[in-house]
């Protein structure tokens, strides 16, 4: 599969479709048409949550800066990632972490765009 990531930059991702299935989890078409869940994707050692692949690809152009790679890969939601406190929490537990902390705000009644690509953490 092959996605735009900006005006001249393509890259290709990799979606680890027999891990997913073999956890549950639904491949990247079948999310996008609901709108719900956000993926993971891998750009250099960075993990990225975004709705869709492109999404990750403007947020690491526009707020992280550097060159996108080649390959962009999405990456599996049990996967664990290093967190900038130190720890280290699977994909899933930090998409879940973020979006209830966005949720909350939201409760509060201060403006938050739910879905906004960000950062998961690193590999190492």
């Given at each position: ?9 393509a890259?290709?991702i ?7 299935h073999?956890?549950?989890i ?6 996008e ?15 990225i ?13 526009n ?7 080649d390959?962009?890969?999405e ?20 998409i879940?972490?973020?979006?209830d902390?966005?949720n ?18 690193t590999?190492?």
């Open positions: 599969m092959r996605a735009k990531c900006g005006s001249d930059n890259a290709s990799k979606t680890p479709e027999s891990t997913a073999n956890l549950g639904d491949k990247c078409s079948d999310r048409d609901t709108g719900r869940d956000m993926q993971a994707y891998r750009i250099h050692k960075m993990v949550a975004a709705d869709i692949a492109e999404e990750a690809c403007d947020f690491y152009r707020e992280i800066g550097g060159t996108l790679p390959v962009i890969e990456m599996p939601y049990l996967m664990e990632v290093c967190c900038d406190d130190g720890t280290v929490k699977t994909i899933k537990a930090r879940n972490e973020e979006l902390a966005r909350a705000w939201l409760r509060m009644g201060i403006p938050c765009e739910l879905h906004r690509p960000f950062v998961i953490g590999l190492p």
